[in-house]
């Protein structure tokens, strides 16, 4: 009945939508925008709330965690979290706030028991995605550009890119 804004969309809409994919699967917020039975659209609406809410939690969990993890030594360079508790869904919201937070480049990695997700957030001037990209054969997945990336890496090498990333050493911030 009132007016939406771009606040609405921006910081009560978009984050529920965008949480199911983080979380479960998209294709509800889909059902959810398509859908013209306002039982449904209740029911789904209800259901993205939820998922936001646990998003949020998962969330403020994970970055008080890795916040811990960050020694006075890597405030220098690249920041590199990894944890199995870190939900692949918001390892990007961990490197972004840890990014904001330390004003560094910034790694979280969700540790699995063969393969791991990382993903990355970068400060102007340092350029993570080609960065990654030089040491390519770490990979098995690697895309993004200068400020953002996403990887996958076999467990095994995660010894290897955090001795990569201890090598970098950046100008103070």
Do not use: W
């Not at 939900?87 to 790694?107: E, Q, W, Y």
């Not at 550009?145 to 090598?167: E, M, P, R, Y």
Request: glycine share 8%; aromatic share 4%.
């Amino acid at each position: 009945d009132k007016k939406i804004t771009t606040y609405e969309v921006g910081f009560m809409i978009g984050p529920r939508l965008n949480s199911m994919g983080r979380l479960e699967h998209a294709v509800n917020s889909l059902r959810l925008l398509c859908t013209h039975n306002p039982e449904k659209a209740a029911d789904l609406a209800t259901l993205l709330n939820d998922t936001n809410k646990l998003r949020q939690t998962e969330t403020d969990g994970s970055i008080i965690h890795a916040t811990n993890q960050v020694t006075n030594n890597q405030v220098t360079g690249i920041l590199l979290v990894a944890d199995a508790s870190y939900h692949p869904g918001v390892i990007g919201l961990i490197a972004a706030k840890l990014m904001d937070a330390f004003n560094r480049p910034v790694i979280a990695v969700s540790i699995g028991e063969e393969v791991s997700k990382g993903s990355g957030r970068s400060l102007p001037g340092f350029h993570i995605t080609d960065f990654l990209r030089s040491h390519e054969k770490l990979f098995t997945n690697l895309g993004g550009h200068a400020g953002a990336c996403g990887f996958t890496i076999k467990t095994s090498q995660l010894d290897q890119l955090a001795q990569l990333v201890q090598l970098v050493q950046l100008d103070p911030a």
